[in-house]
């Protein structure tokens, strides 16, 4: 064990790694394992920014480690992550060379310190630098085709922070206060990095963290102007916050109790009310149809690879065949829990066609398309009137999450 400052942070680091690529945990599920014993916040934070660098670049950075070494690294092998983490470090975090030596190598002690070393110095020394845009797993290019190309450079740097404003009417002085951009009406867009709880209105609930792409489906519902609708999978909430601020009387439910926690926290702290269900929406029956449903249904997540750049690695075939199969169990659910002439808004934030275009072109209730000037300037809906958006679209302002998002009418 040493004790070099710093080390702390890479060790969790190589633990998170190891959660993500061994175990095929999320970044967020293996963090409390991963950083316990981390006591400094800012430590913490820079294991999670190492790990998710090096996920984000992993193809590249395994390319320049394959110029360095004679006989390939497996893999899986300890010094090939130890040597990601170390590149990650350099090329994207401006960490000086010496200072990840000096935190790095330990993780290796009583093994391949010295092959690390050698592949380290040979790269530094050669200059080596990472493309502009990060190569994507070939798994990951045979699903997305030529989407992938868009997305990519989209995914070189972490996404912007975009906000949900409570009231839709303080836009501008909104925009202003915090420093921001504001993309449609209720949104307001910041630069990346910065700290939540510090800003303006964050005590007062006057805001809540949602991607623009993630605000868009309960958009698509309009005023709720007292009518009844379902929050299906709700937690930890960007919707129900949102339903309610528009006026809906939102039953909202969810299974995870935990997720559902910070949910109860979220409607707290905006003084927003929804009648909470913890339930699995398998089993659970309402007692009478709704105006409206809105499903945001569990997915693979592969839509917000820039937040989550572990999804490039841990998402395949069977992971997304297992998502499609629950989602087409809830639409269907979902589907025969609308009043005569209710609204169904069926959302995922993912990539993949099988839990999008595929899931709803089955569906037999009657569409009810998303028109252009529903959503932000730059967008469009797709020929069926669905919308499909991802991190590589309006790029000027700072892209936006992958969503797939219909609309329905019964
Ligand atoms: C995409 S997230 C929802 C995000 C949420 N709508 C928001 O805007 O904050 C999917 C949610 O589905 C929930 N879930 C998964 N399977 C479920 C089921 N069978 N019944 C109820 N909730 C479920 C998960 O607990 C998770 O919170």
Same mark, same amino acid.
């Given at each position: 064990?040493?004790?070099? !400052?710093?080390?702390? +942070?890479? /060790?969790?680091?190589? @633990?998170?790694m =190891?959660a993500v #690529?061994? *175990?095929?945990?999320?970044? $967020?599920? !293996?963090?409390?394992? +991963?950083? /316990?014993?981390?006591e @400094?916040?800012d =430590?913490?934070? #820079?294991? *999670?920014?190492?790990?998710? $660098?090096?996920?984000?670049?992993l193809v590249?950075?395994?390319?320049?480690?394959?110029t360095?070494?004679?006989n390939?690294?497996?893999?899986d092998?300890?010094?090939?992550?130890v040597l990601?983490?170390?590149?990650?470090?350099?090329l994207r975090?401006d960490?000086?060379?010496?200072?990840?030596?000096?935190?790095?190598l330990?993780?290796?002690?009583?093994?391949?310190?010295r092959?690390?070393h050698?592949?380290?110095?040979?790269?530094?020394?050669?200059?080596?630098?990472?493309?502009d845009?990060p190569?994507?797993?070939d798994?990951?290019?045979?699903?997305?085709?030529?989407?992938?190309?868009?997305?990519?450079?989209a995914?070189?740097?972490?996404p912007?922070?975009?906000l949900?404003?409570?009231?839709?009417?303080?836009?501008?002085?909104?925009?202003a206060?915090?420093?921001?951009i504001?993309?449609?009406?209720?949104?307001?867009r910041?630069?990346?990095?910065?700290?939540?709880?510090?800003?303006d209105?964050?005590?007062?609930?006057?805001?809540?963290?949602q991607?623009?792409?993630?605000?868009?489906?309960?958009?698509l519902?309009?005023?709720?102007e007292g009518?009844?609708?379902?929050d299906l999978c709700?937690?930890p909430?960007?919707?129900?916050?949102?339903?309610?601020?528009?006026?809906?009387?939102?039953?909202?439910?969810?299974m995870?109790e935990k997720?559902?926690?910070?949910?109860?926290?979220?409607l707290?702290?905006t003084?927003?009310?929804?009648?909470?269900?913890?339930?699995?929406?398998?089993q659970?029956?309402?007692r009478?149809?709704?105006?409206?449903?809105?499903?945001?249904?569990?997915?693979t997540a592969?839509?917000?690879?820039?937040?989550?750049?572990?999804?490039?690695?841990?998402?395949?075939?069977?992971?997304?065949?297992?998502?499609?199969?629950?989602?087409?169990?809830?639409?269907a659910?979902?589907?025969?829990?609308?009043?005569?002439g209710?609204?169904l808004?069926?959302?995922?934030c993912?990539l993949e066609?099988?839990?999008?275009?595929?899931?709803?072109?089955?569906i037999?209730?009657a569409p009810?398309?998303?028109?252009?000037e529903?959503?932000?300037?730059?967008?469009?809906?797709?020929?069926?009137?669905?919308l499909?958006?991802?991190?590589?679209l309006l790029?000027?302002?700072g892209?936006?999450?992958?969503?797939f998002?219909?609309?329905?009418?019964?």
């Amino acid at each position: 064990m040493t004790d070099t !400052a710093g080390f702390p +942070a890479r /060790r969790a680091a190589l @633990r998170l790694m =190891d959660a993500v #690529l061994r *175990r095929g945990e999320t970044l $967020e599920q !293996a963090a409390p394992g +991963a950083l /316990r014993g981390v006591e @400094r916040g800012d =430590d913490r934070a #820079l294991a *999670r920014a190492i790990a998710s $660098e090096a996920l984000r670049w992993l193809v590249d950075l395994d390319a320049l480690i394959d110029t360095a070494t004679r006989n390939r690294l497996a893999d899986d092998a300890k010094v090939r992550t130890v040597l990601r983490l170390m590149l990650a470090q350099t090329l994207r975090l401006d960490t000086p060379p010496h200072a990840v030596v000096a935190t790095c190598l330990p993780l290796l002690d009583g093994g391949p310190r010295r092959l690390a070393h050698g592949v380290f110095s040979t790269l530094s020394k050669r200059g080596a630098s990472l493309p502009d845009a990060p190569t994507l797993p070939d798994g990951v290019h045979m699903r997305w085709g030529a989407l992938a190309e868009e997305v990519a450079p989209a995914l070189a740097a972490p996404p912007p922070l975009d906000l949900t404003l409570k009231d839709h009417a303080g836009t501008a002085e909104w925009a202003a206060r915090l420093g921001g951009i504001s993309l449609m009406p209720g949104h307001v867009r910041l630069a990346r990095g910065t700290a939540v709880e510090k800003l303006d209105g964050f005590g007062e609930g006057a805001w809540w963290v949602q991607d623009l792409a993630a605000s868009l489906p309960a958009r698509l519902l309009g005023q709720g102007e007292g009518r009844s609708v379902l929050d299906l999978c709700s937690a930890p909430g960007g919707k129900t916050l949102q339903l309610a601020a528009n006026g809906w009387r939102v039953t909202s439910l969810d299974m995870s109790e935990k997720r559902l926690e910070r949910l109860r926290e979220n409607l707290a702290r905006t003084g927003l009310a929804a009648d909470v269900i913890e339930g699995d929406a398998l089993q659970w029956e309402p007692r009478l149809p709704f105006d409206a449903v809105l499903l945001d249904a569990p997915c693979t997540a592969t839509g917000t690879c820039r937040r989550h750049p572990d999804v490039l690695h841990r998402i395949g075939v069977r992971q997304i065949a297992d998502m499609a199969q629950l989602q087409a169990a809830l639409l269907a659910r979902a589907a025969r829990w609308l009043a005569p002439g209710g609204r169904l808004v069926y959302a995922t934030c993912s990539l993949e066609a099988a839990e999008g275009e595929e899931q709803v072109a089955a569906i037999t209730l009657a569409p009810d398309p998303i028109r252009t000037e529903e959503l932000p300037q730059g967008l469009a809906p797709t020929a069926q009137g669905w919308l499909r958006t991802h991190p590589g679209l309006l790029p000027e302002a700072g892209g936006l999450d992958g969503f797939f998002v219909a609309r329905f009418r019964r």
